[in-house]
Protein backbone atom coordinates (compact mmCIF):
# COMPACT_ATOMS: atom_id res chain seq x y z
CA UNK A 1 0.00 0.00 0.00
CA UNK A 2 0.78 3.29 -0.65
CA UNK A 3 3.10 5.37 2.17
CA UNK A 4 3.11 2.50 4.32
CA UNK A 5 6.18 0.41 3.93
CA UNK A 6 5.87 -3.84 3.86
CA UNK A 7 7.60 -6.65 3.66
CA UNK A 8 6.41 -9.63 1.45
CA UNK A 9 9.21 -11.60 2.71
CA UNK A 10 8.00 -13.81 5.43
CA UNK A 11 10.89 -16.20 5.28
CA UNK A 12 12.25 -15.12 8.83
CA UNK A 13 8.70 -16.13 10.12
CA UNK A 14 8.35 -19.33 8.25
CA UNK A 15 9.34 -23.06 9.98
CA UNK A 16 8.37 -25.91 7.67
CA UNK A 17 5.97 -28.09 9.17
CA UNK A 18 7.26 -31.81 10.41
CA UNK A 19 5.12 -34.41 11.44
CA UNK A 20 5.85 -37.63 13.90
CA UNK A 21 4.11 -40.90 13.39
CA UNK A 22 1.13 -39.79 15.07
CA UNK A 23 0.19 -36.69 12.65
CA UNK A 24 1.19 -34.73 15.37
CA UNK A 25 4.40 -31.62 15.05
CA UNK A 26 7.95 -33.38 15.96
CA UNK A 27 9.53 -31.70 18.75
CA UNK A 28 12.21 -29.87 17.07
CA UNK A 29 9.46 -28.23 15.06
CA UNK A 30 7.41 -27.54 18.27
CA UNK A 31 10.71 -25.73 19.63
CA UNK A 32 10.97 -23.72 16.54
CA UNK A 33 7.72 -22.81 16.11
CA UNK A 34 7.60 -21.57 19.77
CA UNK A 35 10.75 -19.63 19.62
CA UNK A 36 8.94 -17.45 16.40
CA UNK A 37 6.30 -16.99 18.78
CA UNK A 38 7.76 -16.04 21.99
CA UNK A 39 10.10 -13.10 19.83
CA UNK A 40 7.65 -11.81 17.13
CA UNK A 41 4.43 -13.12 18.28
CA UNK A 42 3.70 -14.82 14.88
CA UNK A 43 4.81 -18.25 13.36
CA UNK A 44 4.04 -19.40 9.70
CA UNK A 45 4.01 -23.39 9.91
CA UNK A 46 4.69 -24.10 5.75
CA UNK A 47 3.11 -27.37 3.96
CA UNK A 48 0.89 -28.13 7.28
CA UNK A 49 -1.58 -29.47 5.18
CA UNK A 50 -1.56 -31.32 2.28
CA UNK A 51 -3.27 -29.96 -0.73
CA UNK A 52 -6.20 -32.81 -0.55
CA UNK A 53 -6.23 -31.42 3.30
CA UNK A 54 -6.90 -27.95 2.45
CA UNK A 55 -9.34 -28.34 -0.71
CA UNK A 56 -11.39 -30.22 2.16
CA UNK A 57 -11.36 -27.32 4.23
CA UNK A 58 -11.79 -25.24 1.06
CA UNK A 59 -15.25 -27.01 0.49
CA UNK A 60 -16.85 -26.93 4.17
CA UNK A 61 -15.36 -22.57 3.79
CA UNK A 62 -17.95 -22.83 -0.01
CA UNK A 63 -20.35 -24.55 1.75
CA UNK A 64 -20.91 -22.17 4.02
CA UNK A 65 -21.26 -18.77 2.00
CA UNK A 66 -23.39 -20.26 -0.54
CA UNK A 67 -25.98 -20.49 2.41
CA UNK A 68 -28.03 -17.28 2.82
CA UNK A 69 -28.64 -17.72 6.10
CA UNK A 70 -25.21 -17.56 7.12
CA UNK A 71 -23.77 -16.29 10.28
CA UNK A 72 -22.53 -13.22 9.10
CA UNK A 73 -19.30 -11.68 11.81
CA UNK A 74 -20.43 -9.13 13.96
CA UNK A 75 -17.06 -7.58 13.49
CA UNK A 76 -14.05 -6.18 11.08
CA UNK A 77 -16.29 -4.24 9.08
CA UNK A 78 -19.97 -4.94 8.42
CA UNK A 79 -20.34 -1.78 5.99
CA UNK A 80 -18.20 -4.45 3.26
CA UNK A 81 -19.79 -7.67 4.50
CA UNK A 82 -23.24 -5.90 3.79
CA UNK A 83 -22.11 -4.65 0.33
CA UNK A 84 -20.22 -8.39 0.03
CA UNK A 85 -16.74 -6.97 -0.14
CA UNK A 86 -15.77 -9.35 2.47
CA UNK A 87 -17.81 -12.24 3.40
CA UNK A 88 -16.60 -12.34 7.07
CA UNK A 89 -18.96 -15.65 8.41
CA UNK A 90 -18.39 -18.43 11.15
CA UNK A 91 -18.74 -22.13 10.71
CA UNK A 92 -21.42 -24.21 12.01
CA UNK A 93 -20.57 -26.98 14.48
CA UNK A 94 -21.10 -30.19 11.91
CA UNK A 95 -19.02 -33.38 11.99
CA UNK A 96 -16.87 -32.43 9.36
CA UNK A 97 -16.29 -28.95 10.38
CA UNK A 98 -15.28 -30.04 13.72
CA UNK A 99 -13.26 -32.58 11.98
CA UNK A 100 -11.33 -30.23 10.45
CA UNK A 101 -10.86 -28.20 13.32
CA UNK A 102 -9.74 -31.01 15.46
CA UNK A 103 -7.37 -32.33 12.97
CA UNK A 104 -5.32 -28.45 12.91
CA UNK A 105 -5.60 -28.41 16.69
CA UNK A 106 -4.01 -32.18 17.43
CA UNK A 107 -1.53 -32.03 14.56
CA UNK A 108 -0.51 -28.15 16.40
CA UNK A 109 -1.02 -29.77 19.90
CA UNK A 110 2.73 -29.16 20.92
CA UNK A 111 2.45 -25.11 19.85
CA UNK A 112 -1.02 -23.76 20.98
CA UNK A 113 -0.98 -26.56 24.12
CA UNK A 114 1.95 -24.30 25.31
CA UNK A 115 -0.69 -21.48 25.54
CA UNK A 116 -3.95 -22.57 25.93
CA UNK A 117 -5.37 -25.19 28.79
CA UNK A 118 -7.35 -28.13 27.67
CA UNK A 119 -10.47 -26.15 29.29
CA UNK A 120 -9.96 -22.87 27.41
CA UNK A 121 -12.89 -22.13 25.13
CA UNK A 122 -12.88 -22.32 21.39
CA UNK A 123 -14.00 -19.01 20.88
CA UNK A 124 -14.51 -19.05 16.56
CA UNK A 125 -14.39 -21.47 13.71
CA UNK A 126 -14.75 -19.23 10.95
CA UNK A 127 -14.26 -18.21 7.20
CA UNK A 128 -13.10 -14.88 6.04
CA UNK A 129 -13.10 -13.99 2.73
CA UNK A 130 -12.32 -10.57 0.64
CA UNK A 131 -13.81 -9.24 -2.45
CA UNK A 132 -12.14 -6.11 -5.32
CA UNK A 133 -13.21 -3.22 -3.46
CA UNK A 134 -12.89 -3.77 -0.13
CA UNK A 135 -11.38 -1.86 2.57
CA UNK A 136 -8.14 -2.06 3.88
CA UNK A 137 -8.79 -2.90 7.86
CA UNK A 138 -6.90 -0.41 10.22
CA UNK A 139 -3.67 -1.57 12.11
CA UNK A 140 -5.63 -3.06 15.55
CA UNK A 141 -4.92 -5.57 18.35
CA UNK A 142 -7.75 -8.39 19.01
CA UNK A 143 -9.03 -8.62 22.40
CA UNK A 144 -6.13 -9.96 24.17
CA UNK A 145 -5.84 -13.41 26.00
CA UNK A 146 -6.35 -15.84 22.17
CA UNK A 147 -4.12 -17.73 19.96
CA UNK A 148 -5.53 -17.79 16.75
CA UNK A 149 -4.79 -19.54 13.53
CA UNK A 150 -5.26 -18.61 9.39
CA UNK A 151 -5.13 -21.68 7.60
CA UNK A 152 -4.46 -20.99 3.78
CA UNK A 153 -7.02 -23.61 1.62
CA UNK A 154 -5.18 -21.88 -1.67
CA UNK A 155 -2.40 -19.86 -2.78
CA UNK A 156 -2.85 -16.21 -1.97
CA UNK A 157 -0.84 -13.43 -3.65
CA UNK A 158 0.00 -9.86 -1.73
CA UNK A 159 -2.53 -8.14 -4.04
CA UNK A 160 -5.37 -10.39 -2.72
CA UNK A 161 -5.08 -8.74 0.97
CA UNK A 162 -2.93 -11.54 2.39
CA UNK A 163 -2.84 -10.19 6.61
CA UNK A 164 -0.14 -7.65 7.60
CA UNK A 165 1.79 -8.28 10.80
CA UNK A 166 4.17 -6.22 13.03
CA UNK A 167 6.19 -8.56 14.75
CA UNK A 168 7.32 -8.12 17.57
CA UNK A 169 4.19 -5.68 19.00
CA UNK A 170 2.78 -8.23 21.06
CA UNK A 171 2.37 -7.10 24.62
CA UNK A 172 3.41 -9.45 27.44
CA UNK A 173 4.60 -9.40 30.97
CA UNK A 174 7.99 -6.74 31.01
CA UNK A 175 7.28 -5.84 27.21
CA UNK A 176 6.72 -2.04 27.96
CA UNK A 177 9.81 -1.35 29.47
CA UNK A 178 11.86 -2.39 26.51
CA UNK A 179 12.89 1.15 24.25
CA UNK A 180 13.67 2.54 27.16
CA UNK A 181 10.24 1.90 29.03
CA UNK A 182 9.08 3.78 25.83
CA UNK A 183 7.86 0.24 23.74
CA UNK A 184 4.54 0.46 24.02
CA UNK A 185 3.87 4.52 23.29
CA UNK A 186 6.14 3.65 20.20
CA UNK A 187 3.71 0.88 18.97
CA UNK A 188 0.98 3.43 19.35
CA UNK A 189 2.70 5.73 17.38
CA UNK A 190 3.70 3.32 15.15
CA UNK A 191 -0.21 2.56 15.28
CA UNK A 192 -1.52 6.02 14.58
CA UNK A 193 1.13 7.06 11.70
CA UNK A 194 0.19 3.94 9.68
CA UNK A 195 -3.81 4.38 10.14
CA UNK A 196 -3.43 7.66 9.17
CA UNK A 197 -1.61 6.44 5.78
CA UNK A 198 -4.69 3.30 5.79
CA UNK A 199 -7.48 6.30 6.02
CA UNK A 200 -5.82 8.43 3.28
CA UNK A 201 -4.96 5.31 0.63
CA UNK A 202 -8.87 3.39 1.27
CA UNK A 203 -10.70 7.02 0.49
CA UNK A 204 -8.40 7.90 -2.36
CA UNK A 205 -9.50 4.16 -3.83
CA UNK A 206 -12.90 4.71 -3.12
CA UNK A 207 -13.27 8.12 -4.75
CA UNK A 208 -11.35 6.11 -7.81
CA UNK A 209 -14.30 3.20 -7.50
CA UNK A 210 -17.03 5.96 -7.57
CA UNK A 211 -16.30 6.35 -11.96
CA UNK A 212 -14.70 2.80 -12.26
CA UNK A 213 -17.13 0.42 -13.82
CA UNK A 214 -14.62 -2.37 -12.88
CA UNK A 215 -15.77 -1.46 -9.30
CA UNK A 216 -19.37 -1.40 -9.59
CA UNK A 217 -20.21 0.45 -6.21
CA UNK A 218 -24.02 -0.70 -5.45
CA UNK A 219 -26.21 2.06 -4.83
CA UNK A 220 -25.77 3.87 -1.38
CA UNK A 221 -22.19 2.31 -0.90
CA UNK A 222 -20.01 4.96 -1.35
CA UNK A 223 -21.85 6.93 1.11
CA UNK A 224 -22.18 4.44 3.84
CA UNK A 225 -18.55 3.66 3.29
CA UNK A 226 -17.65 7.68 3.99
CA UNK A 227 -20.92 10.03 5.26
CA UNK A 228 -22.79 7.08 7.48
CA UNK A 229 -23.44 7.67 10.63
CA UNK A 230 -24.27 3.72 11.60
CA UNK A 231 -20.87 1.81 13.32
CA UNK A 232 -18.45 0.43 11.49
CA UNK A 233 -14.54 0.37 12.53
CA UNK A 234 -12.23 0.24 9.46
CA UNK A 235 -14.15 1.95 6.87
CA UNK A 236 -13.15 5.29 5.70
CA UNK A 237 -15.99 7.08 7.42
CA UNK A 238 -15.16 11.28 7.23
CA UNK A 239 -18.53 11.77 9.31
CA UNK A 240 -17.15 9.18 12.36
CA UNK A 241 -13.41 10.75 11.78
CA UNK A 242 -14.23 14.32 12.69
CA UNK A 243 -16.70 13.40 15.56
CA UNK A 244 -13.85 10.94 17.38
CA UNK A 245 -16.22 7.90 17.33
CA UNK A 246 -14.02 5.77 15.67
CA UNK A 247 -12.05 4.34 18.78
CA UNK A 248 -9.21 2.43 16.01
CA UNK A 249 -8.11 6.10 14.35
CA UNK A 250 -10.16 9.34 14.17
CA UNK A 251 -9.17 12.96 14.98
CA UNK A 252 -8.94 12.56 18.73
CA UNK A 253 -5.82 10.45 17.40
CA UNK A 254 -3.82 13.17 16.08
CA UNK A 255 -3.58 15.85 18.79
CA UNK A 256 -0.78 18.40 18.53
CA UNK A 257 1.45 17.05 20.97
CA UNK A 258 1.08 13.19 18.88
CA UNK A 259 1.80 15.16 15.81
CA UNK A 260 5.19 16.67 17.26
CA UNK A 261 5.67 12.98 18.25
CA UNK A 262 5.34 11.65 15.10
CA UNK A 263 7.64 13.94 13.66
CA UNK A 264 10.67 13.88 16.44
CA UNK A 265 10.68 9.95 16.56
CA UNK A 266 9.86 9.27 12.24
CA UNK A 267 13.47 7.81 12.10
CA UNK A 268 13.07 5.70 15.43
CA UNK A 269 9.72 4.64 14.10
CA UNK A 270 10.88 3.52 10.93
CA UNK A 271 13.90 1.52 12.53
CA UNK A 272 11.64 -0.37 15.30
CA UNK A 273 8.90 -1.28 13.33
CA UNK A 274 8.66 -3.48 10.06
CA UNK A 275 5.47 -4.40 9.00
CA UNK A 276 5.32 -7.47 6.70
CA UNK A 277 2.10 -9.21 4.71
CA UNK A 278 1.74 -12.45 4.71
CA UNK A 279 0.82 -14.04 1.21
CA UNK A 280 1.09 -17.48 1.76
CA UNK A 281 1.13 -21.01 0.20
CA UNK A 282 -2.09 -23.38 0.08
CA UNK A 283 -1.43 -25.46 3.07
CA UNK A 284 0.56 -23.14 5.06
CA UNK A 285 -1.10 -22.35 8.41
CA UNK A 286 -0.12 -19.03 10.42
CA UNK A 287 -0.37 -18.69 14.52
CA UNK A 288 -0.46 -15.52 15.89
CA UNK A 289 -0.83 -13.84 19.31
CA UNK A 290 -3.87 -11.74 19.19
CA UNK A 291 -2.31 -8.80 21.09
CA UNK A 292 0.36 -8.51 17.86
CA UNK A 293 -0.30 -5.63 15.91
CA UNK A 294 -2.16 -6.74 12.76
CA UNK A 295 -4.89 -5.86 9.23
CA UNK A 296 -6.39 -7.68 6.87
CA UNK A 297 -5.69 -5.37 3.69
CA UNK A 298 -7.65 -4.56 0.82
CA UNK A 299 -8.23 -7.08 -1.96
CA UNK A 300 -7.11 -5.22 -5.19
CA UNK A 301 -8.25 -8.23 -7.85
CA UNK A 302 -11.19 -9.86 -9.08
CA UNK A 303 -9.95 -13.30 -7.28
CA UNK A 304 -11.25 -13.72 -3.82
CA UNK A 305 -9.13 -14.34 -0.78
CA UNK A 306 -9.93 -16.66 1.61
CA UNK A 307 -8.55 -18.38 4.86
CA UNK A 308 -10.07 -20.75 7.29
CA UNK A 309 -9.72 -19.32 10.94
CA UNK A 310 -9.87 -20.64 14.21
CA UNK A 311 -9.32 -18.45 17.64
CA UNK A 312 -8.96 -20.26 21.31
CA UNK A 313 -8.55 -18.87 24.29
CA UNK A 314 -5.31 -18.71 26.85
CA UNK A 315 -6.92 -16.77 29.16
CA UNK A 316 -9.95 -15.63 30.86
CA UNK A 317 -12.40 -13.28 28.71
CA UNK A 318 -15.16 -11.52 29.66
CA UNK A 319 -17.79 -12.20 27.30
CA UNK A 320 -18.09 -8.46 26.62
CA UNK A 321 -14.58 -8.47 24.88
CA UNK A 322 -15.20 -12.04 23.60
CA UNK A 323 -17.51 -10.53 21.26
CA UNK A 324 -15.38 -7.73 20.18
CA UNK A 325 -13.49 -9.41 18.05
CA UNK A 326 -14.80 -13.14 17.67
CA UNK A 327 -18.49 -14.03 16.36
CA UNK A 328 -18.81 -17.99 17.28
CA UNK A 329 -21.68 -19.65 15.29
CA UNK A 330 -24.95 -20.08 16.97
CA UNK A 331 -24.71 -23.86 17.08
CA UNK A 332 -21.41 -23.40 19.10
CA UNK A 333 -22.57 -21.06 21.43
CA UNK A 334 -25.54 -23.68 22.02
CA UNK A 335 -22.44 -26.26 22.49
CA UNK A 336 -18.82 -24.98 23.68
CA UNK A 337 -16.21 -26.68 22.61
CA UNK A 338 -12.61 -26.35 24.34
CA UNK A 339 -9.38 -26.64 23.11
CA UNK A 340 -9.61 -30.12 25.20
CA UNK A 341 -12.73 -31.19 23.07
CA UNK A 342 -10.99 -30.99 20.04
CA UNK A 343 -7.74 -32.79 21.17
CA UNK A 344 -10.64 -35.72 22.26
CA UNK A 345 -12.64 -35.35 18.72
CA UNK A 346 -11.97 -37.58 15.31
CA UNK A 347 -10.02 -35.60 13.14
CA UNK A 348 -11.08 -35.27 9.60
CA UNK A 349 -10.15 -38.70 8.15
CA UNK A 350 -8.31 -38.27 4.31
CA UNK A 351 -6.00 -40.46 2.81
CA UNK A 352 -3.61 -37.64 2.83
CA UNK A 353 -4.23 -36.90 5.99
CA UNK A 354 -3.19 -40.55 6.68
CA UNK A 355 0.27 -40.67 4.71
CA UNK A 356 0.76 -37.53 6.21
CA UNK A 357 1.09 -39.22 9.84
CA UNK A 358 3.19 -42.02 7.94
CA UNK A 359 5.96 -39.84 6.98
Not at 89 to 96: A, Q, T, V, Y
Not at 190 to 219: E, V, Y
Not at 278 to 288: H, S
Amino acid sequence: MDGLRISHDTSAYEVPAALDGRGRLTAACVARALAMMDRHGLVLLTGLLSDAEADAGLKLMRQTIADPDRARSAFASETDNHYVRRDFCSLPSSPEVTGFAAMLAQRLQGVIGEYCGATRPVLEIATFTSYFGSSHQYIHRDPMGVISLFAAVEDVAPEQGGTVFVPGTHQYGGAEYAHGGAAYALMELFRRRANARIFRHNLAKLWRMRRSPKAGLAPGEFRDRVFSAKWDQHQPNLLRFLTGKNSQFSLRHLGPKTLWQLWRRRAELDALFHPVQAAPRKGTVILYRSDLLHAGPDNRTPRPRRFFGMSIARDMIAPKYWHDGYSPHPSLVEHPLTFGDLLAEVPLDLPESRRAAAR
